[in-house]
């Protein structure tokens, strides 16, 4: 049998002319990836094992970005140390506040990941930049500290499911309704330890913040990793963010899959993820009456220009639901930037909403939109676990930004095609 996107690359960087699913490899790495919360433990394990040094000062990337800016003082000390080490090692990919962004955000937009490479990151959303067609998958912090002196690691190969995407989205429904349809329909561990492999005629009527925002949440659906066919769009994002060389891993046809889903995006509605997993999905059209108490837009799923335009054209000239709070905050200082350019803050702030910083501090309830026992969020993030956001008797509902900034119009779930 041939193999598939996933295991093409992993073959490549293993140095074997091919791999087969359940086969353990050693593949070198093109990117250690690690944030302000995991890279401190894989810190003292770097130095538990005595290593010299970091493989490549350019393939380790650190980015501050949980509970920066430092919520207290245990978050300034673990950032302290970071830095430190940064500057000690000479790591040319630190990220400090000011320059920083949401590490998933940041990473594509920097260029720094493309297609064909194999990437490990100490967060579960690492999966982000198979969006890319890459390999990218979440580590712990032991791995990052192995894959940072070493600049390889150790691997099973997944064996992977197949997503045809046939047909076009309509108006309202964006990559967020799409991956939140897929894992209701194949539950939080349909995937598991499995490759997500996106393909067909309908993958070009994704943008790249769609799929992003899929590959994103692979990780929801119990995937190793979600990862996209690379087409004209690519290739456009990566020449624009002026990556470095890339190679193209099509799957071969007679690929091995383990089950294959054909996903007509033109029979897709808006979709909600109801607490406390996201694979406990509604569109929109059987939300019922869900009062919320505070509506957050932003994450490294759905942070970038494009949310940020959908929820401005649905906010623009309008007032926020009274007693209602809104949180928005853009992927990176880029998108903050052109968020000012647009006028897009102006009408966020007019409307009522918070315009914050780059963070993820609101996503998982590190700092910033904290809940209260008995409050609901509607939030564009990518869980909505028990306590995700702040009390384990609060509540998250997962949506795109259209269904987001329209509850935060009217202080309930709402349709924003109904607006």
Same mark, same amino acid.
């Given at each position: 049998?041939?193999?598939?996107?996933?295991?093409?690359?992993?073959?490549?960087? +293993?140095?074997?002319?091919?791999?087969?699913?359940?086969?353990?490899?050693?593949?070198?790495?093109?990117?250690?990836?690690?944030?302000?919360?995991?890279?401190?433990?894989?810190?003292?394990?770097?130095?538990?094992?005595?290593?010299?040094? =970091? /493989?490549?000062?350019? $393939?380790?990337?650190? =980015?501050?970005?949980?509970?920066?800016?430092?919520?207290?003082?245990?978050?300034?000390?673990?950032?302290?140390?970071?830095?430190?080490?940064?500057?000690?090692?000479?790591?040319?990919?630190? /990220?400090?506040?000011?320059?920083?962004?949401?590490?998933?955000?940041?990473? #594509?937009?920097?260029?720094?990941?493309?297609?064909?490479?194999?990437?490990?990151?100490?967060? !579960?959303?690492?999966?982000?930049?198979?969006?890319?067609?890459? /390999?990218?998958?979440?580590?712990?912090?032991?791995?990052?500290?192995?894959?940072?002196?070493?600049?390889? +690691?150790?691997?099973?190969?997944?064996?992977?499911?197949?997503?045809?995407?046939?047909?076009?989205?309509? $108006?309202?429904?964006?990559?967020?309704?799409?991956?939140?349809?897929?894992?209701?329909?194949?539950?939080?561990?349909?995937?598991?330890?499995?490759?997500?492999?996106?393909?067909?005629?309908?993958?070009?009527?994704?943008?790249?913040?769609?799929?992003?925002?899929?590959?994103?949440?692979?990780?929801?659906?119990?995937?190793?990793?979600?990862?996209?066919?690379?087409?004209?769009?690519?290739?456009?994002?990566?020449?624009?963010?002026? !990556?470095? %060389?890339?190679?193209? /891993?099509?799957?071969?046809?007679?690929?091995?899959?383990?089950?294959?889903?054909?996903?007509?995006?033109? $029979?897709?509605?808006?979709?909600?993820?109801?607490?406390?997993? %996201?694979?406990?999905?509604?569109?929109?059209?059987?939300?019922?009456?869900?009062?919320?108490?505070?509506?957050?837009?932003?994450?490294?799923?759905?942070?970038?220009?494009?949310?940020?335009?959908?929820?401005?054209?649905?906010?623009?000239?309008?007032?926020?639901?009274?007693?209602?709070?809104?949180?928005?905050? #853009?992927?990176?200082?880029?998108?903050?930037?052109?968020?000012?350019?647009?006028?897009?803050?102006?009408?966020?702030?007019?409307?009522?909403?918070?315009?914050?910083?780059?963070?993820?501090? %609101?996503?998982?309830?590190?700092?910033?939109?904290?809940?209260?026992?008995?409050?609901?969020?509607?939030?564009?993030?990518?869980?909505?676990?028990?306590?995700?956001?702040?009390?384990?008797?609060?509540?998250?509902?997962?949506?795109? %930004?259209?269904?987001? *900034? *329209?509850?935060?119009?009217?202080?309930?779930?709402?349709?924003?095609?109904?607006?």
């Amino acid at each position: 049998m041939g193999m598939t996107m996933t295991q093409k690359i992993l073959a490549a960087h +293993a140095g074997l002319p091919e791999v087969k699913a359940g086969q353990f490899i050693e593949a070198d790495l093109d990117i250690v990836l690690g944030n302000d919360v995991t890279t401190p433990v894989a810190i003292n394990e770097f130095r538990k094992m005595g290593a010299k040094g =970091v /493989f490549d000062k350019k $393939k380790v990337v650190i =980015v501050p970005d949980h509970f920066t800016p430092n919520k207290d003082i245990k978050a300034a000390e673990q950032c302290k140390k970071i830095r430190e080490f940064a500057v000690d090692e000479d790591i040319e990919n630190y /990220f400090e506040v000011g320059q920083m962004g949401i590490e998933h955000a940041l990473l #594509p937009e920097k260029g720094l990941v493309v297609a064909g490479d194999v990437v490990i990151g100490a967060d !579960s959303h690492t999966c982000t930049y198979g969006a890319l067609g890459a /390999f990218s998958t979440g580590i712990g912090s032991t791995d990052m500290a192995a894959g940072m002196a070493r600049g390889k +690691a150790w691997f099973k190969v997944p064996s992977a499911i197949k997503f045809e995407l046939v047909g076009k989205m309509g $108006k309202w429904v964006s990559g967020k309704d799409v991956i939140l349809h897929i894992i209701g329909m194949i539950g939080v561990d349909g995937a598991l330890y499995k490759s997500m492999e996106f393909m067909g005629e309908g993958l070009g009527n994704l943008s790249m913040d769609d799929r992003l925002a899929m590959a994103n949440m692979a990780i929801e659906a119990g995937g190793k990793n979600g990862i996209f066919m690379v087409d004209d769009k690519t290739i456009a994002f990566m020449e624009e963010a002026g !990556s470095k %060389p890339y190679k193209i /891993f099509a799957p071969d046809e007679d690929a091995e899959y383990d089950e294959t889903y054909v996903i007509d995006l033109s $029979k897709i509605r808006p979709t909600v993820a109801f607490p406390h997993l %996201p694979d406990n999905t509604r569109t929109i059209d059987e939300v019922g009456d869900v009062k919320i108490d505070q509506v957050v837009i932003g994450s490294c799923t759905n942070g970038r220009m494009e949310d940020m335009r959908v929820a401005a054209s649905i906010l623009k000239g309008k007032k926020v639901a009274k007693n209602l709070r809104v949180i928005i905050f #853009p992927g990176t200082q880029k998108i903050y930037l052109q968020c000012i350019d647009e006028g897009l803050a102006r009408i966020f702030v007019e409307a009522g909403a918070v315009f914050s910083t780059p963070t993820c501090g %609101p996503c998982l309830g590190g700092h910033m939109g904290i809940l209260a026992a008995g409050e609901r969020a509607v939030a564009t993030t990518n869980r909505n676990f028990v306590g995700r956001m702040g009390h384990p008797e609060s509540e998250v509902y997962l949506a795109s %930004p259209a269904v987001a *900034a *329209a509850s935060a119009l009217t202080g309930k779930i709402s349709n924003p095609e109904l607006l």
